[in-house]
């Protein structure tokens, strides 16, 4: 079976998470690279042997996972080790993602990709690009308050992604975010009911 992918973005705080568990919550089948991610570098994380090993101890908290400030400190003041992270990160991940797809039995898959337009590794399984879009202000005070980041670290964040524009100008698809979360339901509810009925299409075509 070939199955629907919707490949959904958007920068920090933009709104992802929120946006995934609404499709979640419809029936969608949610594929988040960003939990996967956490969870490689959680406590016995797939990952963490191969962390100790090339970045050393000092890189792992008390109960084996990854110290993320330590390593975002680091990789800030050395760029070859952001290579060598990745490197260590992406293919774990692209095989967990390729295992929830082939598992999924939900009428169509939601695979949430923060870097989905700077990395084009998931753009050959996708159907189409969702971007979940709000005013950057509000991506400030949201992802700040969320991850106890500091306004600043979250400015950075967003100035080493792909920019506003770009990210609208790739997406089939636009969540626009920036009002209230009563707001967001009704359309995430739309766009559930056009996947489903595009996904039903794919497979009476036959591609
Ligand atoms: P992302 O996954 O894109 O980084 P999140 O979905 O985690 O963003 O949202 C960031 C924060 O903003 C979360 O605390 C979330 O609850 C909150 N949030 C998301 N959408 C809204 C909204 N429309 N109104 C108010 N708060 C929101």
Redesign the pocket.
């Known amino acids: 079976m070939k199955r629907y992918i919707v490949g959904m973005t958007?920068?920090?705080?933009?709104?992802?998470?929120?946006?995934a568990k609404m499709f979640a919550d419809l029936g969608a089948c949610v594929v988040d690279t960003?939990a996967i991610s956490h969870q490689l570098t959680g406590p016995q994380g797939g990952a963490m042997p191969e962390i100790e090993a090339k970045f050393g101890e000092e890189f792992l908290n008390d109960d084996g996972s990854l110290n993320r400030q330590v390593m975002r400190d680091y990789v800030f003041n050395h760029p070859p080790a952001r290579k060598k992270l990745e490197s260590i990160l992406h293919g774990r991940i692209r095989e967990a993602v390729s295992e929830a797809i082939e598992k999924a039995s939900e009428p169509y898959i939601v695979l949430v990709v923060p870097l989905l337009i700077e990395v084009g590794t998931y753009r050959p399984i996708i159907s189409r690009v969702l971007v979940?879009d709000?005013e950057e202000s509000a991506q400030i005070e949201?992802?700040s308050?969320?991850a106890g980041m500091s306004r600043d670290a979250v400015r950075a964040i967003m100035a080493a992604q792909t920019d506003r524009k770009t990210r609208l100008r790739v997406a089939d698809d636009v969540i626009d975010?920036s009002?209230?979360?009563a707001?967001?339901e009704p359309v995430v509810k739309q766009l559930d009911q056009r996947y489903r009925s595009l996904a039903l299409n794919q497979g009476q075509e036959g591609s």
């Open positions: 958007g920068g920090i705080g933009s709104g992802k998470s929120t946006v960003d979940v709000c949201r992802a308050e969320r975010n009002g209230s979360l707001l967001l």
